[in-house]
């Protein structure tokens, strides 16, 4: 099949990108190396050294990949993901190109609403370029977008009684940030886009993804992917074993009862070659909880203590999320299973592979870049404890670390 | 009390404002005038003559209104809506500044995008303005959120028991347009700073409202608002008074069976007045269904049929928008007549007032603007049989009517 990959320079479309090409597609990428400029904006870096997007793809076919067309490009822009497609001419789009950070949509107002017309429009862009061509949509949403209700949740549809009556509806969401409700907003557009214009999408709510190391990212050093553990794009494991690499307390957020929905990168990458090639029907608007196990995080964090070379202890920080720190968790996992993904559950010998990693590259660590300083409860945040960064205030160059 | 109207120069924005004024509060409004620029690009224009926002305002002070002070601006521009928030200091916020019909949304990619980037940011600017100011948000939605479900429709809120659980959250939407798609992207984003920030925000699920007329309007014919009857702007009612007074058929979408919660534009302002004068908590994310009854739309043509002075017929159209012809329909409105709202229901009186005045600005209807061109099924539109309005093709001056 032709896949073009939407954000394909980021951290899971890259490796998406390589794992379609492995298993014998014709794919192109399509990004506009925003995920760098955020790292510019934030002083922050991949903690792996990753090269730029024509080097990635370089190496990918020196090394005997099936070769990825790239194209530069930012899909918020009118007629451009129509005209990339028409020039590659895909069967189906997947579309990773949102912006993806939780806290960094929390900073302030206008971190609020880049996140929010980034990812809306961005998403629409796509919706008018494939109505009416066939194209098969693969979208990345999010777990985040239920919250945690007190229900079971199911994938994406809710069969509904209500006062003797039924109907089938959108699953009721309850998201936990400006950038999960653009997730949502999304969902909802797409949703709408397969009933008017027959649209046939695949919205992956995908849950938190740990790893950065697939089969294709172990052909050569060069095709790494990012490894983010900041405050702003790290996510849970990544970043605890950054701390346990310093050899500093993990920190949880509350007492860390908050459970989700976790995934490796390996299934992550399998998820989306799944969905590929099982497309949707025309006019189906498709909804998979992409994740393999549910985890609290301090059941996390005991585990990464318990791999960690050295002695380390768990440190409880006050939640700067407003979330409910107990809750009750249970979420409908079956259809990826069901089309044949095989998961890699989270085991010793992968956290232990991670903490090695961190501890390879622990001198590129910026110690000041993970301590949560974004706080739901504020409108207006600093990014670092002894900066701020109002409008005329973003980090001068020289504060930045180096990076690729 | 002091209360800040968003939209008021808008068709509910200036009569809102104006009774809020005679009921003995302080009134400002906030405009950008983008309502006639509307106007201006699709060659449209109010029935009824409508004068200046700067013009009605000195009207409403020399007929002896209590004064409202008027603000020029757009809330989209951020750190407009906060300052002027800060000069005129109000305890409540009612924001009627969305782009708001659901047929202008969908002409193209372009109306598209600037129906959900204009609604999205301009709430999400008003909703970083108050959070931690103890402001209640009084905000226009619609009752087009839902869709037509085959299950009750509650105010905002379901009590949801699922697998043996309980949770109560919000009632699942199916929304038909982008537009009608703006407003729930609009409801999850102010649900979610009510639980964040303890904004106190009072969500108003509009039906279509018909009539032009409020005890406001009446003191001078120069405080009148707009009558829109065109394709895009127009509302059903409206609309098939301005086609009896031509003489032609009423038109229907398919059969006209379909069902929807309407009242009439004295109830608007007085809801808007309720909601304001009984403000919701803190924190507290408070749904009004707000209509007073619902109406099929080949029932309402058979009224406006009967009282018509002439003969005329009922046309039944190929339904442009994609949305069910016969449909299961009941939906809660309690809240508002708890809190004292007394219904003008609509009676025949009402009919006929609005058919005399379609009849005395008869000169002054176009009829090219009343047949239906925007398809919901096509991803570019059209606006008149004759003539495209592709990007380089707006209408030129001299197609427009005069008009204000």
Redesign the interface.
Known sequence: MRILVLGGDGFLGWVSAMHLAASGHDVAVLDSGVRRAYDAELGTSSLVPIGTLAERVAVWAAVGGRPIEAFTGDVCE?GLVAGVMERFGPEAVVHFAEQRSAPYSMID??H??HT??NN??GT??VL?AI??TGVHLVKLGTMGEYGT????IEEGW?E????G???R??????????YH?SK??DS??I??AC???GVAATDLNQGVVYGVETDETRADARLGTRFDYDQVFGTVLNRMVVQAALGEALTVYGSGGQVRGMLDVRDTVACVRLAVEHPAEPGEFRVFNQFTEQFGVRELAERVRSLAPAEIKIDELDNPR?EADRH?YNAAHTKLLDLGLVPHLLDDATITGLLRLAHTHRDRIDRRVIQPTIN??R?TNALADDESLADDEWPADDESPADE
């Open positions: 009118p107002r206008d609020a609403v929010q017309v809306v429009v629409l862009n008018y109505a009416g209700p007190n229900v079971d809710l509904l009684t209500h006062r009556r039924r109907d509806v959108l699953f009721p969401k309850r998201p936990g940030s400006f409700l949502v907003h909802h557009n949703e709408f009933r008017v214009w407003v009750y739901w409860r409108t």
